[in-house]
């Protein structure tokens, strides 16, 4: 499982013009899950979502989480980080999870980090072409894998 989350000032997913979700400050994450992926490795990395120390304190020190400032999550389905670009000039995806394996486990990660935190979690909606807006906070950008099972061959 691959994130790619970045902290915002605001941030929204539209889907044939319309807004389909919103945040005020806090993180976007974009989501890529893989065949081997669990819910095991939904939820560590929404553990980390909550608990990774990307906002300043009033010493402007990386100290304080989503948990610390109250910020909102918006979460966004993206099979295109798993996307291999090494051969060719068109990009696989052979190591995204297919939509019965990747959207249970998309819808699972939004429900355990509204029921691990009380923070606003909002979602994009899974396998739509969409259009994503964000007022980028830094920018801080952080990529985040786990995988507890070595990767098919």
Known sequence: MRIVLQRVKSASVRVEAEI?????AGALV????SHDD???????L????????????????????????GGSILVVSQFTLYGDARKGTRPSFSRAAPPAIAEPL??????????????EVASGVFGAMMEVELINDGPV???????????KQ
Do not use: Q, V
Not at 48 to 63: M, Q, V
Not at 141 to 151: A, G, Q, R, V
């Open 141 to 151: 950008t952080i990529n985040l894998e786990k995988s507890f099972s070595p990767p």
């Open 46 to 69: 929404s553990e980390k979502i909550l608990r990774l120390r990307l906002f300043a304190d009033a010493e402007g020190k990386f100290n304080r989480s989503l948990l610390d400032t």
């Open 20 to 24: 389909r979700a919103s945040i005020a």
């Open 106 to 119: 998309y819808e699972y990660m939004i429900d355990y980090l509204r029921s691990a935190s009380k923070l």
């Open 30 to 33: 974009f989501l890529g899950i």
């Open 38 to 44: 669990t819910r095991r490795e939904a939820e560590w």
